[in-house]
């Protein structure tokens, strides 16, 4: 049936200058040199994993409903505490690792929050251009950091710990 | 401040394929060797999906053809992501694609030894090479941003150079669904001319207004191969799949440097 087609098109094409030839899932064009013109090949990945949106929105959210204190003697994360938080994501390799829970505590900390069957990861960002973390995993010495510069990124040993592989 | 932002925080790549074609479809023999392949990866890819191939002939009633039994002549292999929300990769023998597909892209210079080791295992296995030779390698990617913002301002300009080679430029201000597709030919390792084919895409996923940028590079051996020596390590001059691959890499990154503006280069690691 594929050769019926390609002959069908072979008719319609001038064959001094070109001559289609069936191959399983395009064309190739014989002229001094031969072109695979099409590829059928599908994309399988998921088009509603969407996570860096959603951390967006989670800290949009969170910076709307804890704009002023929660409660009594409590601090709001400041402004560049969620700014410092959207730049951290940013430098985050999260086609890797899964996405962290974002909350904020009390004393005006944005935090970040992995947890899985075996880690756990803590990392908060108070608006100075700088985290702290602690990670722990079974079967590793858990590591901790401090004044760390948003810009720097996750470390990778943190990663190796929430990698989703 | 609105803007667009790469699908998973610094990661733009949603998928990443490479791609080895063959001459002819595959045929029983390969769905004859899938338990062996299946075994060689049990480990790295231990969801194993045979695909089954069914004929139906359509003939004249005084003529009638007999449909052909379904026999399996491809299959897949995968292996989920930890947190099971999918596949982290996938190894496909189908219809006549020896294909690697990884979804939790890292870096090239881990994907590329990674997707070079599963196709020439996977052609050890299947002894495919003596009798249905290779044609062409494919680089394929996927890349995907999200816009933070109002759909109604995310326009292309928002993410895209001015003045750039690739999309026309009536794109960049018409709101947030378009498209602009091209195709090329330009020289790629050993001199040989590779089609490039891009497809740029704006649309709304759900609400959010989302830019697809897929790329497929498509590079034709000037002779078919029927060995995997010279597939692996090339001969007379000519390139090795490592170096075709690179080329291909290198291509698509020229091609990202031109199109996105500053900021998301240097959020994707294109730019210091």
Redesign the interface.
């Known amino acids: 049936m594929r050769g019926t087609n390609f002959n069908f098109v072979n008719s319609l094409v001038s064959s001094a200058f070109v001559e289609l030839s069936p191959?399983?899932?395009?064309c190739?064009f014989f002229d001094k040199?031969?072109?695979?013109?099409d590829?059928?090949?599908p994309?399988?990945?998921?088009?509603?994993?969407?996570?860096?949106?959603e951390l967006?929105d989670r800290l949009r959210d969170l910076k709307a409903r804890y704009a002023t204190g929660s409660m009594p003697d409590s601090t709001p994360p400041s402004e560049k505490a969620f700014q410092d938080a959207k730049d951290f994501?940013?430098?985050?390799?999260?086609?890797?690792i899964?996405k962290p829970a974002i909350h904020v505590a009390s004393d005006g900390e944005v935090n970040f929050h992995w947890a899985?069957p075996d880690f756990q990861i803590d990392l908060g960002f108070y608006g100075d251009e700088r985290f702290s973390f602690y990670g722990a995993k079974e079967g590793h010495d858990p590591i901790l950091g401090d004044d760390v510069s948003v810009k720097d990124?996750i470390p990778k040993a943190l990663v190796g710990f929430a990698?989703?592989? | 401040m609105a803007g667009f932002l790469p699908f998973a925080g610094k990661n733009a790549i949603a998928e990443m394929t490479v791609g080895l074609q063959f001459s002819l479809p595959f045929d029983s023999k390969v769905g004859g060797s899938a338990e062996a392949v299946k075994l060689e990866f049990q480990s790295d890819l231990p969801k194993f999906e045979a695909v089954q191939t069914f004929s139906f002939n359509v003939g004249l009633s005084q003529f009638p053809s007999a449909n052909v039994a379904p026999s399996v002549t491809g299959f897949s292999l995968s292996r989920e992501k930890s947190d099971g929300v999918g596949p982290a990769r996938i190894l496909r023998v189908i219809p006549n694609i020896i294909s690697v597909h990884i979804l939790q892209y890292s870096s090239w210079k881990e994907s590329k030894p990674l997707a070079i080791g599963y196709i020439t295992r996977c052609l050890n296995k299947l002894g495919l090479l003596e009798r249905n030779s290779a044609v062409s390698v494919i680089l394929r990617y996927l890349d995907r941003f999200t816009f933070d913002g109002a759909p109604e301002i995310a326009n292309a300009s928002n993410l895209f150079r001015k003045g750039n080679n690739y999309i026309v430029s009536r794109i960049l201000d018409c709101g947030s669904q378009w498209h602009s597709n091209s195709g090329w030919f330009q020289p790629m390792a050993g001199g040989v001319l590779a089609l490039n084919q891009l497809n740029v895409s704006g649309t709304l996923v759900g609400e959010s207004p989302s830019v697809f940028l897929d790329h497929t590079s498509v590079y034709n051996f000037q002779k078919p191969l029927s060995s995997l020596a010279e597939l692996t390590g090339g001969s007379d001059g000519k390139p090795a799949l490592s170096e075709i691959l690179d080329s291909q890499h290198g291509a698509n990154a020229d091609i990202l440097k031109n199109l996105l503006n500053q900021d998301m280069l240097k959020t994707i690691g294109l730019l210091e």
């Open positions: 191959v399983a899932s395009g190739i040199s031969s072109y695979v013109v590829v059928s090949m994309v399988l990945f998921d088009v509603s994993n969407n996570p860096t949106k967006f994501i940013l430098t985050l390799p999260l086609a890797q899964v899985g990124g990698s989703a592989a």
